[in-house]
């Protein structure tokens, strides 16, 4: 070994090892402390010390830079069980919305909501607020018997009643009995009204399901098994406000799709910013489909949708 590499591999264990200030280090080498300051830098650079940082936070980090630079995010949010008291992942990912979504609200004048479970730990965590200026709209319809509270108009609801804000209702269900309910409905002035005023909201939160696996629509009773193999076979890979789509982002046409009303796909990536939040493995490839598709803005996810994106290709590649 060079005599100057013994003398950065013994200044580096003096330092590294036996914790020695780099001052009294000078003064037993007969150095100055630039010099030695100088010396652990050189070590570093010549690979003699190697400095790697282990911490549970990290990789997470590395990770939420990673994904959020690939697909052009202003804000990523990866909800994880690590160092928190909740056991629900959909819990910790409704209060990281929250974090988010409250800083942004004073300017807000109208906020988009969609529905489902995720959306709904959001507005559960939601902190009261004053914002008599803000007025919150559904994005899809929000009538039903089952399971009211993951229903768009009562989660508008709550939510009004949190931040004291204003709040207009969806009259009309996710999807209607038949072709000729939903062309009846849409000729209605309240329905004319809230689908104009959802297509103009400054932000919207909206949750993503997958048809096949894991849906909102199944939750609600809207899809039976017969839906369900339609979908498939038609290569359904997610479904955001009224519109199951395929890898390609390309909407779904069926006798199901035909029938739901809400914003649809093309509406919501013609919005100012667009939120989504998801968690659940079944959901990476529909979000990776609609982050390439790139109109959403800010996105709160899970640890194992996170590691798919992580791992996908670049977009642009």
Request: with cysteine; hydrophobic share 40%; proline share 3%.
């Amino acid at each position: 070994m060079a005599e100057r590499d013994e003398l950065l591999l013994k200044i580096a264990l003096l330092y590294y090892e036996e914790e020695i200030t780099q001052s009294k280090i000078a003064e037993m080498l007969n150095l100055s402390r630039p010099t030695v300051a100088s010396m652990l830098k050189e070590a570093r650079q010549k690979g003699i010390v190697k400095i790697m940082i282990q911490h549970a936070e990290h990789d997470l980090l590395q990770k939420q830079a990673s994904i959020r630079k690939k697909y052009h995010l202003q804000n990523l949010e990866i909800a994880t069980l690590t160092n928190s008291n909740q056991k629900d992942i959909k819990a910790i990912a409704g209060e990281l919305c929250t974090n988010l979504i409250e800083p942004l609200l004073p300017k807000i004048k109208n906020l988009g909501l969609g529905w489902g479970t995720t959306v709904y730990q959001y507005v559960t965590q939601a902190n009261y607020l004053n914002l008599p200026d803000m007025k919150i709209i559904p994005l899809i319809g929000g009538v039903g018997l089952s399971h009211v509270k993951y229903h768009s108009n009562h989660l508008a609801f709550m939510l009004s009643q949190k931040y004291h804000s204003e709040v207009s209702y969806f009259y009309a269900p996710a999807i209607a009995e038949s072709l000729e309910v939903k062309e009846t409905l849409l000729k209605t002035n309240m329905l004319k009204e809230i689908l104009t005023a959802g297509k103009n909201v400054d932000l919207a939160i909206l949750g993503i399901g997958n048809p096949i696996l894991s849906s909102t629509y199944h939750q609600l009773g809207y899809i039976d098994q017969t839906d369900t193999e339609i979908l498939a076979k038609e290569k359904a890979i997610g479904d955001i406000g009224s519109t199951f789509f395929d890898k390609n982002g390309a909407p779904v046409f069926t006798d199901l799709s035909e029938r739901m009303i809400g914003l649809s796909l093309e509406d919501i990536r013609k919005l100012k910013r667009v939120v989504i939040i998801a968690t659940g493995e079944e959901k990476a490839e529909s979000i990776e489909t609609l982050l390439k598709m790139g109109f959403v803005t800010d996105l709160i996810i899970d640890e194992t949708i996170a590691d798919y994106l992580d791992q996908t290709k670049n977009p642009t590649d």
